[in-house]
């Protein structure tokens, strides 16, 4: 494996301006007018920040504003209101001092069907400024790390989904930009390759990137991310570390049982209740445990126990989030 | 600062290879572009008085480089829409105008092959002196510049593929086929004749018959013409320089 140092691509002089903060976002606002159709508010004042190396994942439903926002953070589309600053430097008023420092993984993007994996990120390298030599190298090791370099000469065309999308996340990770926008990079993704993208993601962020990235798969977001936002409806509900999160849900273990026969009103007194899917869960602390299994075997439930997910504390918070909203 | 630093034509010749290396590996198309002049070509031979073949051949290396503009409205379009990497491309050091240049010289080389052998075949059939060969090359880079700028401008329009086709079809087509760009600007009704010496694919085909001695036109024809394709070429560049700049961030 070649020894890569970080270098923004343009040329060696360009690091990015020494602040703590990669990211730094103030009551982004945006508003999309499309001609005969209602306005779309899917920026509502979000603040957001993400300090220099980390990995910090955004999370929400669908048209919750997060790709609205990492395009906004990525110069790719203009906000209506608020304030920006990738390195401290205005990304809203000079995007283009902001580009040289970047790299972007767009939400269903596909690579040149007419180029190979290998040209696709070999060609996107040079077009960044790299030289030969370098491009090659990072070329072969981001085709290795992503598991296609078997496949580096065939048609992009002729490669499956999800191959298609580990030669996209190929081409933006080669760049080791200091900064790396990913919008859903493991769709698609087999477990295996997902793996892969998170070792790789480490490794960028261990020789000095920063990561934002969105994602729906939550044990992705709790396993790879130092923290993570919770958007819904165009601004943020909650923010911390997963297990911050799951510690505001109300408890660390949750008790599982068919909702046939289970009366919710018979456990709320140990902690949260959630049903859904033909099953009661009731989210509580280690030590209730026992007396909530005594109770359902003794009406002839079996129980499972299990520690809470990030995806628990996900449902409680937006869904506490949105019967705001309604209210 | 960071982005002074970066020169407006960044990555310009990288993104042409790119898009060049996309073009070439559809070398059927490339293929299909050549075979649709000459099969042109060969019913004119056939069919029509001799006198009319080095109109047909002059004015099939201006359409070719007029139709680049069709193809790049769709290329351009396609990456954007489809593929999403215009984002891959703009949140990067490469600049916007070389952005849309490099795409332009890029599907300029599908073309090429095209352009090559017709003017081999011009040369064979009605050879031509240096400056005629020169004055053909600044004619062909003009309308090829005015084409790509049409085109990439045209592709930010557009929200979906399947509105693109029809329109970029007709316009590339209704521009490069109808003025007299194959035929004699005789054969073009005469009140209609000023225009058809202010469009790009027939002004430049009016030149070259010109200076070839096909076409016979007066001093104030050559004027204008010449200077109708000078003005375009300058205006449309600079327009889609500075629109590629400006679409480079939507809702701008
Ligand atoms: N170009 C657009 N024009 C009009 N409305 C838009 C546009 N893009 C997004 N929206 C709207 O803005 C809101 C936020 O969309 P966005 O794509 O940011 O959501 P998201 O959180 O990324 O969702 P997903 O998880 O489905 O990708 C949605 O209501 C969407 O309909
Ligand atoms: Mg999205």
Do not use: C
Not at chain 1, 198 to 208: H, M, Q, V
Not at chain 2, 29 to 58: D, M, R
Not at chain 2, 89 to 97: D, Q
């Amino acid at each position: 494996m070649p020894n890569i140092s970080i270098e923004v691509g343009v040329s060696s002089n360009l690091h990015p301006p020494t602040t703590d903060l990669a990211v730094s976002a103030h009551g982004m606002r945006k508003v999309y007018h499309t001609r005969g159709h209602p306005a779309v508010e899917a920026l509502r004042g979000l603040d957001l920040t993400v300090k220099r190396g980390e990995r910090v994942a955004l999370l929400g439903r669908n048209g919750a504003g997060k790709t609205t926002f990492l395009k906004i953070a990525s110069t790719l589309l203009l906000p209506t209101a608020g304030t920006l600053e990738i390195f401290g430097l205005d990304a809203v008023k000079r995007p283009e001092e902001v580009r040289p420092l970047i790299a972007v993984v767009p939400q269903e993007g596909h690579p040149f069907y007419h180029l190979t994996p290998w040209e696709q990120v070999y060609t996107y390298l040079r077009s960044r400024g790299f030289p030969r030599d370098v491009a090659r190298d990072r070329t072969e090791s981001a085709l290795k790390d992503m598991g296609i370099f078997d496949i580096r000469s065939q048609l992009n065309v002729t490669l499956s989904g999800g191959q298609q999308q580990r030669t996209m996340v190929a081409t933006v990770l080669a760049t080791e930009a200091p900064l790396l926008f990913l919008d859903e990079p493991t769709l698609g993704m087999d477990p295996f390759a997902r793996r892969g993208v998170w070792a790789a993601l480490r490794k960028l962020t261990d020789r000095g990137s920063t990561i934002l990235l969105t994602t729906h798969y939550l044990d992705e977001a709790e396993s790879l991310s130092q923290r993570v936002y919770i958007v819904e409806h165009g601004h943020v509900v909650a923010e911390g570390t997963a297990d911050e999160l799951k510690r505001r849900v109300g408890g660390t273990v949750r008790v599982t049982m068919p909702e046939a026969g289970a009366h919710p009103a018979d456990y709320e007194s140990f902690g949260r209740i959630m049903a859904g899917d033909g099953v009661l869960h009731v989210i509580t602390e280690p030590r209730r445990v026992s007396e909530i299994l005594n109770l359902a075997l003794s009406r002839g439930i079996s129980p499972t126990v299990g520690p809470v997910t990030l995806e628990e504390a996900f449902l409680q918070l937006v869904g506490r989030a949105i019967e705001e909203d309604a209210r | 600062m960071l982005g002074d630093s970066r020169p407006a034509w960044h990555g310009l010749w990288a993104f042409a290879a790119t898009e060049a290396r996309v073009q070439l590996h559809e070398y059927l198309s490339i293929a299909s572009t050549v075979l649709v002049q000459v099969i042109f070509i060969f019913f004119v031979w056939l069919l029509a008085p001799p006198y009319l073949l080095p109109f047909a051949l002059v004015g099939s290396m201006v359409f070719s480089a007029f139709v680049i503009g069709e193809r790049v409205l769709n290329e351009a379009a396609y990456i954007r829409i489809d593929h999403k990497l215009n984002e891959l491309y703009h949140a990067s050091p490469l600049s916007p105008e070389s952005y849309f240049l490099g795409m332009g010289i890029g599907v300029l080389t599908a073309y090429l092959p095209t352009l090559v052998f017709i003017g081999l075949l011009t040369e064979a059939v009605h050879p031509l002196s240096l400056a005629a060969g020169g004055l053909l090359l600044l004619v062909l880079i003009g309308v090829w510049l005015i084409a790509s700028s049409l085109g990439y401008i045209l592709s930010t329009l557009f929200r979906d593929m399947r509105a693109i086709w029809p329109y970029s079809t007709l316009l590339f087509n209704f521009f490069g086929v109808l003025p007299p760009v194959f035929y004699p600007l005789g054969l073009f009704p005469g009140w209609l004749a000023p225009l058809a010496l202010v469009l790009p694919p027939s002004a430049g085909a009016a030149l070259l018959m010109y200076v070839i001695g096909l076409e016979s036109l007066s001093g104030g024809q050559v004027i204008l013409a010449a200077t109708a394709l000078i003005i375009e070429t300058l205006l449309l560049s600079v327009a889609a320089v500075f629109w590629s700049r400006r679409t480079s961030r939507e809702g701008a």
